[in-house]
């Protein structure tokens, strides 16, 4: 079963946004479903994508936020910070190679991070950037 269903509530009308975060929802059910194989260097390698990707794509809102001189932009890098922060402390977990914590905890925490932060932070960054004419 899939860690991470993608619906429209993710989906906030930018498309280079959207497609990143559809992406992001497909690594963190490709690492989910490696994790629950008990499948220790995948699940390594897997993790190290996911926060490749993950920091490619914020730094891709942060340069819309520079572009466009989002007034929030601050707080939403902040938010970027911690989530970013969060995603390297779980890593760990996953090189330790306690799957059943992965499993179990980790990654659903992961997901709930990231799936408050699409629907909250980057809902609201992209409504702005609609505004600006980017979609
Ligand atoms: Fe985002
Ligand atoms: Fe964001």
């Not at 930018?14 to 497909?26: C, K, M, N, R």
């Not at 942060?62 to 890098?77: C, K, N, Q, V």
């Amino acid at each position: 079963m899939a860690l991470m269903v993608w619906s429209d509530e993710l989906s906030h009308g930018v498309a280079s946004i959207d497609a990143q975060h559809h992406e992001l929802v497909d690594l963190m059910n490709a690492l989910y479903d490696s994790a629950v194989a008990g499948e220790g260097a995948v699940t390594v390698r897997l993790f190290d994508k996911l926060l490749e990707h993950t920091v490619a794509h914020f730094r891709h809102e942060e340069t819309l936020f520079i572009a466009t001189g989002y007034p929030d932009a601050s707080r939403h890098r902040h938010h970027h910070e911690l989530l970013t922060a969060k995603a390297i402390e779980y890593r760990d977990c996953a090189a330790a190679g306690d799957f059943k914590t992965l499993t179990a905890e980790i990654l659903p925490k992961l997901r709930d991070f990231l799936a408050f932060h699409i629907q909250k932070d980057d809902k609201e960054t992209c409504a702005f950037l609609n505004k600006q004419g980017i979609c």
